[in-house]
T-cell receptor, first 113, second 114 residues
Framework: KNQVEQSPQSLIILEGKNCTLQ??????????LRWYKQDTGRGPVSLTI?????NTKSNGRYTATLDADTKQSSLHITASQLSDSASYIC????????????FGAGTRLAVHP | DGGITQSPKYLFRKEGQNVTLSCEQN?????MYWYRQDPGQGLRLIYY???????QKGDIAEGYSVSREKKESFPLTVTSAQKNPTAFYLC?????????????FGPGTRLLVL
């Protein structure tokens, strides 16, 4: 069964601190993996996308890693800001056919001053 | 201002009533999608359309219907057959045929049952 599991479910950190969110997937055939940021009551916005051959991708203070052998990905947020408070969703695309995506349930991050 | 718009932001449904959620995009994307988001769960695909006048069922299509008469528009009707419609509904669009095509999401519609 194609699944994407994220941990932790929720996380609270202080402003300025770093954090790492985890994503494990069992999706086949694998095409690519994306991280989305979703503010409360809004639609998700793409942060990074990585294919099988890429193991690191950065977007400002966000750095995503991918280990295709262990089927794990992480999203590292550096020097967190209050505006980073959101849900972060790991999404894996299935290769072939239409744009079929498998979504994780997300990690809800709260950054406190 | 390019993007995807959804309306209304909030929608209330009475028992036995059909309601229609609007989704419009001006990104010139061929493909459009409808997802349902419930607390603690990943997004689930309801319907998708890869081209005008064609659409396919997703993983949870029962109780929903769609149409794709124009490239820009992909309305979703929640019928009375959908017994648990309370959720956050997200529309998305993407280009076709690109390995790293990204789905762009609208702001969502929250549907509540009275």
């Amino acid at each position: 069964k194609n699944q994407v599991e994220q941990s932790p479910q929720s996380l609270i950190i202080l402003e300025g601190k770093n954090c790492t969110l985890q994503c494990n997937y069992t999706v086949s055939p694998f095409s690519n993996l994306r991280w989305y940021k979703q503010d409360t009551g809004r639609g998700p916005v793409s942060l990074t996308i990585m294919t099988f051959s890429e193991n690191t991708k950065s977007n400002g203070r966000y750095t995503a890693t991918l280990d295709a052998d262990t089927k794990q990905s992480s999203l590292h947020i550096t020097a967190s800001q209050l505006s980073d408070s959101a849900s972060y969703i790991c999404v894996v695309k299935i290769s072939g056919g239409y744009n079929k995506l498998i979504f994780g349930a997300g990690t809800r991050l709260a950054v406190h001053p | 201002d390019g993007g995807i718009t959804q309306s209304p932001k909030y929608l209330f449904r009475k028992e036995g009533q059909n309601v229609t959620l609007s989704c419009e995009q001006n990104l010139n994307h061929d493909a459009m999608y409808w997802y349902r988001q419930d607390p603690g769960q990943g997004l689930r695909l309801i319907y998708y359309s890869q081209i005008v006048n064609d659409f396919q069922k997703g993983d949870i299509a029962e109780g929903y219907s769609v149409s794709r008469e124009k490239k820009e528009s992909f309305p979703l009707t929640v019928t009375s057959a959908q017994k648990n419609p309370t959720a956050f509904y997200l529309c998305a669009s993407s280009t076709q045929g690109h390995l790293q095509e990204t789905q762009y999401f609208g702001p969502g519609t929250r549907l509540l049952v009275l």
